[in-house]
């Protein structure tokens, strides 16, 4: 059992990179990628889990960042948006969204790049009210949802290699 | 003053020492409501613990006579376990229901029933399945069901040192079945205006021979309504009988005025929520017998 | 006509050059930017919605290990009776600066009221908490009409509207407009509705929280990041809050999460730099959620009356609207719009409107969509509605006899050119959904919108690199894919790959003058600067073939990305590496004041079913129908139509302000103001209509703000048909639908 401190060092997987920092026992994940680790795909829209900007995958589970504590990602594996493209080349869901123009001003993109991602992993042939229900928590303002939710199924189906 | 100290005990005995001291101390599950409570300002503990890395805390266990759901077990691992969504459809509805999927993921049974909010999704469908509160305390253990755990908005039974362990609910005897519905303005990441949740058994007649009926948003704390459960015992679930549940749960009711919804407005939803419960039950019941 | 009748990049649907940093998590936001050695600030909000400051004590807070500086009201100008700016921008010095801090008085609950620079976030919160203020806490009103009651509360002792020169009062603004004379005419309508109608206030919602980091040196040089929509108005506004010369000020836009006219403004920024300025140190800020709700923004409510005359034959002959909308605690503006557009749809001869606004204990107003027309809107388009089923005519149809067309002229005494309306009805008529059946148990509403469109200020500096490739620098922050029309739009006139077109959103100091991202205008009017740098290039190019050719520059021609002169070509990629050879570098710089804006129009059409035991409303299908003049980058222009239809679905439905009686907002987050989430919506299908702006270049017309105008009447409609039950006051929640189906 950890022995208490005031700054916390922590080791976790970041993005498949083995990393250590330093964190407040009270820090959350989400200020510690942005702050620490200059992972500043990471957004902060609301700090209260309304909003979803700030999703990231904490050992393949989709979390927001705003409501994990730091110290709690001792010993697992963190993905944040700029962990998801394979060196140049983009994930389907990326790859998607920019070819169906959906986004516009951005804010909302790394929680949904990181959300759908983790739809497709767990769910390759999402409806469309699958898809719809499984980002309910990544809001966006701009787009009405249309084309992201396109994209979603769109990369789907991509990735089980164009199959209906 | 901000959070000081974060342990996470491995055992159980690790965590009644680490709440042993008398610093103003948390419990950490999945977090959804604590962190959110600390943000703004409702809580403010010197010492979270975090519960997590205790097995007991995260297992879910299926025996012949019960599921048992660590207090910290994730929604997200009860809906994807092999047994709980089938036997608990209608929990596995209220599981779903809390906030969106980065919320589910997190959030746990027990912090929902902890956290003991008026409007918690969970914890209607809890009473409905007649579930039991496993508590751990330094005298020992104790076991409450869940309607007595929840004593006023956002209060709960456990007293300082106490640890919610588990959540057991006893398996369903054949024909039986559960559901749980709730009134949001929007599908998703909203909190319930009103809820119901309900457990029925029917036998091969189509008699009700055992019904359990909680409704949650709608008082201080989620309620049995035992008087809508006797209304539907001993019936087909004809229209009259589900007008007279739904009467007793309208007469249970005795919600406020606030900006999710009027007092009037969250009485008749309530009842509205219960019929269609019933139908879904009852529904699945009948799928199961065919 | 435009000299670009077949367009060969216009009009496709190229990956947005800013894309790849935007999933990635490449891209800088407000609050991305962190500067070495920055100070986090914070602010001091008022716990009173309406309470005179009576002391500030800071120096508590000021004693604090790692505080390195304490603001208040007393550290910006004091505002006389100046005007910022003019036109559409116009805004007086004493209704912003409040905004920033406010000075002796608060009117609104969280204004901020002082601020504190500290080593640390935790600590600038703590230090906050340790500035101490006495109040006199003086009674609230949040509601119009009590405001404009006898015993109201009044919130500015020292304004006098047009019109009221003498007695106190809370009205802010009262505009009438008449054409004709409606009250006769009205003597000759065989039908006549007359109705009122509310819309709640709203907030823009986006989802990015108001940021910036600000640096201010020795020499008095300020250097300043922040999200927003227009970084020149910043710097101005920046500079007449502060007190520094605007010229010593440099403001970067970051990219920005959003704004929808809420960020058209300074809130954080001044703070910022005075702060920056006090402590010698950079100083980073980033807005609560919860304040940005409490303290910035909101659309304002309103109530309009409305009544409405035509005779049997399905004219159209009076209108009479009178709308009051709230301008929070400051002039806002809100009631000139309505005054001047609230029938823009309509051929009237005879016609009033009238525009009041009234000061409450809330945040001024500001911005939002196209301000001030939804909420006129929904009266105007459910009162024709309602007059099309008196008349038995089929409601597009009604719209049709009565739409303005080029010729007609708007309460403003303009008259239309060439507009689009006629064509989105009949395209809305003809449509797939228009001709389908409704679903049992659902309803469908049609409703109109309108938007004057901006023109303004724009300025664009293209710059050719030896390679070939444009780099194009732009003062318009890019908030929903501008850059991509920017990078399209040169590549029509240059004739080079659309890749080898670099568009930026270049700082205060390195382009040209340029006025916000709002009124719908960027990619109109940024677009034409951008539009006429290429084609000075092009000039430029071909002028300097033509010397090496030694022919009279008007015989060379331009195709195909290169200059030609009988079989003799130079390619753009030639001229732009021996440019040094060829007469220097080529940079192209345009400024302007765009006069080429038309309006804009749309139909949308919704399909609505109501829960009828629980009042519940699900949108089941809608399409969005629009005049885009010409799209430049067709997925984008669906962007702006279906974004603003759902956020004209969220006001209709669910999104609204709730005050208590002490003038606090109870629903700060976004967990109770309830902005659509993807499961409550269907597709929404966006139908473009071309009807090229006669005065644009490539005919284009702004789309942006149209799209929240028709949705709140075609949902209200809708629930009727779905109903049977009338709803004149939104939002159709649940438990205001299910009462009112219990009284009928």
Redesign the interface.
Same mark, same amino acid.
């Given at each position: *059992?950890?022995k &208490?401190?005031?700054k *916390?060092a922590v080791q976790a997987t970041i993005n498949g990179e083995s990393k250590a920092f330093l964190c407040? &026992? /009270?820090q959350?994940l989400a200020e510690v990628l942005?702050?620490e680790l200059e992972? !500043? %795909?990471?957004?902060? %829209? @609301?700090?209260? =889990?309304? #909003? /979803?900007?700030c999703?990231v995958l904490v050992d393949d589970?989709?979390? @927001?960042s @705003?409501?994990?504590?730091a110290?709690?990602v001792?010993g697992k594996s963190v993905l944040?948006?700029?962990g998801?493209?394979n060196g140049g080349e983009?994930h389907p869901v990326?790859q998607k969204?920019?070819?169906? %123009?959906g986004?516009? +001003? /951005? !804010? #909302?993109? &790394?929680g949904v790049?990181i959300?759908a991602k983790?739809?497709l992993e767990h769910n390759p042939y999402p409806t469309?009210?699958q898809?719809?229900?499984?980002?309910? %928590?990544?809001? +966006?303002? +701009?787009? =009405?949802?249309?084309? !992201? !939710?396109?994209a979603v199924l769109d990369a789907a189906k991509t990735m089980r290699g164009g199959a209906a | 003053m901000a959070v000081q100290e974060f342990v996470s005990p491995t055992s159980l005995s690790e965590a009644q020492q680490a709440v042993g001291d008398g610093t103003a101390s948390s419990w950490l599950a999945g977090g959804t409501d604590l962190l959110v409570g600390i943000r703004l300002g409702a809580r403010d503990p010197a010492r979270v613990i975090d519960l997590k890395q205790i097995p007991e805390l995260t297992a879910i266990q299926v025996d012949e006579t019960a599921v048992r759901i660590g207090a910290a077990a994730s929604a997200f691992d009860v809906l994807h376990n092999s047994d709980v969504p089938s036997q608990f459809p209608g929990l596995a509805e209220a599981l779903n229901l809390i906030g969106s999927t980065q919320i589910t993921g997190r959030c746990s049974a027990g912090g929902n029933l902890c956290n003991a909010s008026p409007a918690a999704d969970s914890i209607p469908a809890l009473i409905a399945n007649g579930a039991k509160c496993r508590i751990l305390g330094p005298d020992g253990e104790r076991t409450l069901a869940v309607e007595d755990f929840v004593v006023g908005p956002n209060q709960n039974a456990l007293a300082s040192s106490e640890l919610l362990i588990e959540l057991i609910l006893p398996r369903p005897t054949p024909g039986t079945s559960d559901a749980y519905l709730r009134l949001t303005p929007r599908t998703e990441m909203d909190i319930a205006v009103a809820g119901a949740g309900v457990s029925i058994t029917m036998d091969e007649s189509g008699e009700c021979t055992a019904a359990r009926i909680a409704i949650g948003a709608v008082a201080p704390t989620a309620l049995l309504v035992e008087a809508a459960a006797e209304a539907l015992m001993g019936s087909q679930l004809d229209q009259t009988a589900i007008d007279a549940a739904v009467a007793a749960v309208r007469a249970a009711a005795r919600p406020i005025c606030d900006k999710r919804g009027t007092a009037e407005y969250r009485i008749h939803v309530v009842g509205v929520l219960a019929s269609r419960a019933l139908a879904n039950a009852r529904a699945r019941i009948k799928k199961a017998h065919s | 006509m435009n000299a670009y009748q077949e367009f060969k990049i216009i009009g496709s649907r190229p990956i947005r050059p800013d894309g790849l940093d935007k999933v990635t998590g490449r891209a800088r936001y407000g609050a991305d930017l962190n500067m070495q050695g920055q100070l986090y600030g914070h602010v001091v909000r008022s716990p009173h919605a309406h309470a005179v400051i009576q002391s500030i004590d800071c120096s508590k807070a000021l004693a604090m290990e790692g505080v390195l500086a304490v603001m208040t009201g007393d550290d910006l100008v004091k505002p006389g009776n100046e005007m910022l700016g003019s036109g559409e921008g116009a805004m007086a010095l004493k209704d912003l600066v409040p905004m920033v801090m406010s000075q002796g008085k608060v009117l609104f609950h969280s204004q901020a009221v002082a601020a504190v620079a500290a080593t640390s976030p935790e600590l600038a919160a703590e230090a906050s908490e340790a500035v101490e203020v006495a109040y006199e806490v003086l009674p609230v009103v949040t509601d119009l009409h009590k405001a404009l009651a006898a015993d109201a509360p009044i919130l500015h002792d020292d304004r006098f509207p047009d019109g009221y020169p003498d007695e106190p009062t809370n009205l802010a603004t009262h505009i009438s407009l008449t054409v004709g004379d409606p009250d006769a005419a009205f003597e000759k309508a065989d039908v006549v509705i007359e109705q009122t109608y509310s819309v709640p206030m709203c907030h823009q919602g986006y989802i990015e929280p108001h940021a910036c980091v600000a640096r201010a040196d020795a020499a008095g040089r300020v250097d300043l990041w922040c999200c927003t929509q227009g970084h020149f108005a910043v710097r101005h506004y920046t500079s007449a809050v502060t007190g520094i010369d605007a010229g010593k000020i440099k403001v970067t836009a970051s990219e920005i999460g959003g704004g929808f006219g809420g960020k058209t403004t300074v809130y954080l920024e001044p703070l910022a730099v005075v702060l920056a300025q006090k402590s010698g140190r950079p100083v980073k800020m980033v807005m609560d959620r919860g304040d940005v709700f409490r303290a910035t923004g909101p659309a304002p409510g309103a109530e309009t009356k409305v009544k409405l005359g035509a005779t049997c034959d399905g004219k159209l002959v009076a209108a009479d609207v009178e709308c009051l909308m709230d301008s929070g605690a400051y002039n806002g503006n809100p009631a000139g719009i309505p005054a001047f557009m609230a029938t823009a749809c309509y051929k009237l001869k005879d016609a009033r409107s009238t525009g009041r606004s009234v000061y409450t204990n809330k945040p001024k107003i500001h911005a939002y969509r196209a301000p001030s027309i939804p909420q006129v809107t929904l009266g105007v388009e459910l009162a024709i509605t309602e007059l099309a089923a008196e008349l038995g005519i089929d409601p597009i149809e009604f719209r049709l006899m009565n739409a303005v067309e080029e010729g007609d002229a708007n309460m403003m005494g303009a008259s239309y050119k060439r507009i689009g309306l006629r064509e989105c009805l009949e395209v809305a008529r003809n449509h797939g959904h228009y001709k389908s059946a409704v679903a049992e148990g659902a309803g469908r509403g049609v409703a109109m919108g309108y938007w004057i469109n901006a023109g303004m200020q724009s300025s664009a500096t293209l710059n050719v690199i030896a390679d070939g490739h444009v780099s194009i620098l732009t003062g318009s922050p890019d908030i929903g894919g501008s850059r991509a029309s920017m990078a399209l739009m040169a590549s029509e006139v240059l004739g080079i790959p659309f890749e080898h077109i670099h568009p930026q959103v270049a700082a205060t100091d390195s382009v040209g003058h340029t006025d916000v991202t709002g009124g719908s205008r960027t990619t109109l009017a940024t677009g034409q600067a951008v539009i006429q740098a290429a084609e000075q290039c092009v000039a430029e190019m071909c002028r300097r073939a033509a010397a090496e050719w030694e022919v009279e520059p008007g015989l060379v021609s331009w195709s195909q990305g290169a200059a030609h002169y009988g079989d003799q070509s130079l390619t753009f990629e030639d001229l732009a590496g021996r440019a040094g050879a060829m007469g220097g570098p080529l940079t192209f710089s345009t400024s302007l004041t765009s006069t080429s804006t038309a309006p804009g129009f749309g139909v949308h059409i919704c399909d609505a079913e109501v829960d009828k035991e629980t009042g519940r409303t699900t949108i089941t299908r809608y399409t969005a129908i629009q005049d885009a003049g010409k799209a430049i980058h067709p997925d984008y222009v669906e962007g702006q139509m279906q974004g603003g239809a759902v956020q004209g679905i969220g006001w209709a439905l669910n999104e609204e302000y709730l005050y208590s009686d002490e003038g606090a907002l109870e629903n700060p987050g976004f967990l109770d103001y309830r902005i659509p989430v993807a499961s409550d919506l269907p597709f929404i299908n966006a139908v473009i209509v071309e009807v090229p702006n006669p005065l644009h270049p490539f005919g284009v017309k702004g789309v942006g703000e149209v799209p929240i105008v028709p949705p709140m009447p075609a949902i209200a409609e809708a629930v009727y048909q779905s109903t049977g039950v009338r709803f004149r006051d939104l939002p159709l929640n649940p438990p205001k639908i299910l009462a009112a189906l219990a009284n009928s």
């Open positions: *059992m950890n &208490p401190l005031n *916390m407040s &026992p /009270g959350v942005r702050d992972l !500043i %795909g990471t957004k902060i %829209g @609301c700090n209260t =889990g309304d #909003c /979803g900007a999703s589970r989709l979390v @927001c @705003c409501l994990v504590l110290a709690e001792e944040t948006v700029e998801v493209a983009l990326q969204l920019l070819e169906h %123009g986004l516009q +001003c /951005g !804010i #909302c993109t &790394p790049v959300a983790a739809l469309e009210e898809a719809r229900y499984w980002l309910a %928590g990544n809001l +966006c303002r +701009c787009t =009405g949802y249309d084309k !992201i !939710i396109r | - | -």
